[in-house]
């Protein structure tokens, strides 16, 4: 058994750890770390501790795939709700559906006893509120949130200039290979965006017979290159792991228009082997690893790609 996460998955990740080395059922036991990690404020990029939309409002997207039977579950733009990947996970298990979005996401999640809350810490509504106070006019601040906000779409980013998910990713010789994630996205998106971690083949992908592949950062470029099937479908067509993320790194390579920016590929292989690449993002990234020949989890540094 090996487990994958990125740096930020600390909060949940010795649960996932524990629950694989009892035997849980691996998404089970994914779901559960990630359970963590959304209700931890100190995680920036999810749950409680995320950032909002360009209203101040929290959507978050999140999704699971079990590689043995490539059933999806997923989620996105969903508001009031804390356990994102949790409620993919129920789509997945209830729904002869595959996503669902926005209002359609919060009713199921009535339906089915996710409470509903409002995740906006006071800390991220007021960065979010300075914010909006230093791009827009006295007379447009007056008018918000009935005011045009694609100009603002440019202008206000992401406060600590990252587009982190929290990504796990196993991959066992009996249990096959799984991937879940969850994010509030892209801070400050425009209402309704959609990041890459609900969408099947670009933020997350699984499949036992090959490996698995889940990225973080710019959901804009890996929606656009099918990233993570890409890694998987280079490992069905005969390619080595390290071989299949390089093909990955390639296509994002050869983006030259649009919103360009960093991403990260965490990717496995059915046989155990695991890589992790650094495509364009800043500073060093680190990524949790775990398999049971380890006695503790190992904080790793990915390659730069
Ligand atoms: N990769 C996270 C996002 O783009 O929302």
């Given at each position: 058994?090996l487990?994958?996460?990125?740096?930020?998955?600390?909060?949940?990740?010795?649960?996932?750890?524990?629950?694989l080395r009892?035997?849980a059922?691996?998404?089970g036991?994914?779901v559960a770390?990630?359970d963590?990690?959304?209700?931890?404020?100190?995680?920036?990029s999810?749950?409680?501790?995320?950032?909002?939309?360009?209203?101040?409002?929290m959507?978050?997207?999140g999704?699971?795939?079990?590689?043995t039977?490539?059933?999806?579950?997923?989620?996105?733009?969903?508001?009031?709700?804390?356990?994102?990947?949790?409620?993919?996970?129920?789509?997945?298990?209830?729904l002869?559906?595959?996503?669902l979005?926005?209002?359609?996401?919060?009713?199921f999640?009535?339906?089915?006893?996710f409470?509903?809350?409002?995740?906006?810490?006071?800390?991220?509504?007021?960065v979010w509120?300075?914010?909006?106070q230093?791009?827009?006019?006295?007379?447009?601040?007056?008018?918000?949130?009935d005011?045009?906000?694609?100009?603002?779409?440019r202008?206000?980013t992401?406060?600590?200039?990252?587009?982190?998910?929290?990504v796990?990713?196993?991959?066992?010789?009996?249990r096959g290979?799984?991937a879940?994630?969850?994010?509030?996205?892209?801070?400050?998106?425009?209402?309704?965006?959609?990041g890459?971690?609900?969408i099947?083949?670009?933020?997350?992908?699984?499949?036992?017979?090959?490996?698995?592949?889940?990225?973080t950062h710019?959901?804009?470029?890996t929606?656009?290159?099918a990233?993570?099937r890409?890694?998987?479908?280079?490992?069905k067509?005969?390619?080595?792991?390290?071989?299949?993320?390089?093909?990955?790194?390639?296509?994002?390579?050869?983006?030259?228009?649009?919103?360009?920016?960093?991403?990260?590929?965490?990717?496995?292989?059915a046989g155990?082997?695991?890589?992790?690449?650094?495509?364009?993002c800043?500073?060093?990234?680190?990524?949790w690893?775990?398999?049971?020949?380890?006695?503790?989890p190992?904080?790793r540094?990915?390659?730069v790609?």
């Amino acid at each position: 058994m090996l487990l994958v996460a990125n740096a930020e998955a600390w909060p949940g990740f010795l649960l996932s750890v524990e629950m694989l080395r009892a035997g849980a059922d691996s998404l089970g036991a994914l779901v559960a770390g990630i359970d963590r990690v959304e209700a931890e404020p100190a995680v920036r990029s999810v749950g409680y501790g995320g950032w909002p939309n360009m209203l101040g409002v929290m959507e978050c997207d999140g999704a699971v795939m079990d590689g043995t039977t490539r059933q999806v579950g997923s989620v996105g733009a969903v508001r009031d709700t804390l356990h994102v990947a949790a409620l993919a996970h129920e789509v997945m298990k209830r729904l002869p559906n595959v996503t669902l979005t926005g209002e359609g996401a919060r009713r199921f999640a009535d339906e089915i006893g996710f409470p509903a809350e409002n995740i906006l810490l006071e800390d991220s509504r007021k960065v979010w509120f300075e914010r909006l106070q230093g791009e827009l006019t006295p007379e447009d601040l007056r008018k918000f949130p009935d005011i045009p906000l694609a100009p603002l779409s440019r202008a206000i980013t992401d406060p600590e200039r990252v587009r982190d998910t929290t990504v796990f990713l196993s991959a066992d010789s009996v249990r096959g290979v799984h991937a879940a994630t969850s994010t509030s996205g892209w801070a400050w998106k425009y209402p309704g965006r959609l990041g890459d971690s609900p969408i099947p083949g670009a933020g997350f992908y699984a499949d036992s017979r090959y490996g698995g592949a889940v990225c973080t950062h710019t959901g804009e470029m890996t929606m656009r290159c099918a990233t993570a099937r890409t890694v998987v479908l280079g490992m069905k067509l005969g390619l080595s792991l390290r071989e299949a993320v390089d093909l990955a790194v390639e296509e994002l390579a050869e983006l030259k228009e649009g919103f360009l920016g960093g991403v990260v590929i965490h990717a496995v292989d059915a046989g155990g082997n695991h890589d992790v690449a650094n495509f364009r993002c800043s500073g060093e990234i680190k990524y949790w690893l775990w398999d049971d020949t380890m006695p503790e989890p190992e904080l790793r540094q990915a390659r730069v790609a």
